[in-house]
């Protein structure tokens, strides 16, 4: 359809209306030994294809992988197993946080230079590939933002202006968002097009509010069990900001980034938030109505930016 936003997946462009129900922070395979030994790889295309189903199974559509190429991103598995599922699969791009930055790489090239590679691959696609990135992530950083994590921050930024896809960022268990909206701000990116992610490993509403009202996405992504906080501890946090005011700016999503995570290795896998999550949510007093917008409007704008 004419004028129709689309939003580039691994198998090509997808209208956003047909998006459906989205998790906006995944990693179908990845590769996180340079911190966990144990469980810290997923790498098999059979298995996840079998965790997809479950997602499916739940009403799901959409996938949004995070995963970048200095933490095992797998462009090619990523459309076989879109190919094989039906699931729609975006895919990130961009450079992670320490320990993961090839440093090697990333103090030789300048913040101009790191954002053409990204610029690059947005419009030729993964090299020997051709699947094209449709969001900029996960990039960022932890307890004290390093130079070098300020540097790919930047390059993100640069990245957003020239091809306007969103941001989507690591910003775990420190409140660094906001300086991290500060850092993506100085390079011209509107925080309606920032994502911040791992909200609810910093255990602060003033923090999630303070996110909130730079007009980012406050991303709830730990949502997996009792996974760094409780599941009634992390529903405050949405009720929380619901009671703001700020509905439109709440995401969710699992963050399925090791083994245990997986539905097969007793984890609650890609299916929880649109299956039993959304019932607690309901138990909860949100309506169909809210949850609807938690999972399938509000991923959707933010991919979109509109
Ligand atoms: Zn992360």
Same mark, same amino acid.
């Given at each position: 359809m004419a004028g129709e936003t689309l939003v580039m997946t691994v198998t090509g462009p997808v209208p956003?209306? /047909?998006?459906?129900? %989205?998790?906006p922070h995944e990693h179908l395979f990845i590769n996180l030994t340079k911190q966990i030994m144990i469980g810290g790889v997923i790498n098999d295309a059979d298995l996840i294809a079998q965790e997809l189903a479950a997602f499916v199974e739940v009403g799901g559509r959409t996938i949004v992988d995070l995963t970048t190429n200095d933490n095992g991103r797998r462009a090619t598995w990523l459309r076989e197993v879109s190919q094989r599922t039906g699931v729609n699969i975006v895919m990130g791009c961009g450079y992670y946080r320490e320990p993961y930055l090839n440093r090697n790489h990333v103090d030789e090239l300048s913040i101009q230079e790191l954002s053409e590679e990204i610029i690059r691959e947005w419009r030729d696609g993964v090299a020997d590939t051709g699947v094209r990135p449709g969001i900029i992530g996960e990039v960022g950083s932890e307890q004290h933002i390093t130079s070098a994590e300020e540097r790919v921050l930047r390059a993100a930024g640069l990245a957003h202006v020239a091809t306007g896809l969103t941001v989507s960022t690591h910003a775990g268990r420190w409140p660094n968002g906001l300086a991290q909206i500060a850092i993506l701000g100085a390079e011209g990116v509107d925080p309606r097009r920032i994502v911040v992610g791992h909200c609810d490993t910093v255990p602060s509403p003033d923090y999630h509010e303070a996110v909130a009202r730079t007009g980012a996405y406050v991303e709830f992504d730990t949502i997996r069990g009792s996974s760094f906080y409780s599941t009634e501890r992390r529903i405050g946090f949405i009720l929380n900001l619901i009671r703001l005011g700020f509905i439109e700016r709440i995401l969710l999503s699992? /963050? %399925?980034?090791? %083994?245990?995570?997986?539905l097969a290795e007793g984890g609650t896998g890609f299916s929880y938030i649109h299956g039993r999550f959304s019932e607690l949510l309901l138990e909860a007093g949100l309506n169909k109505a809210e949850i609807e917008q938690l999972t399938i409007i509000n991923p959707r704008l933010a991919l979109t930016g509109e």
């Open positions: 956003a209306g /047909d998006l459906g129900k %989205v998790l699992h /963050d %399925v980034c090791l %083994v245990p995570h997986l």
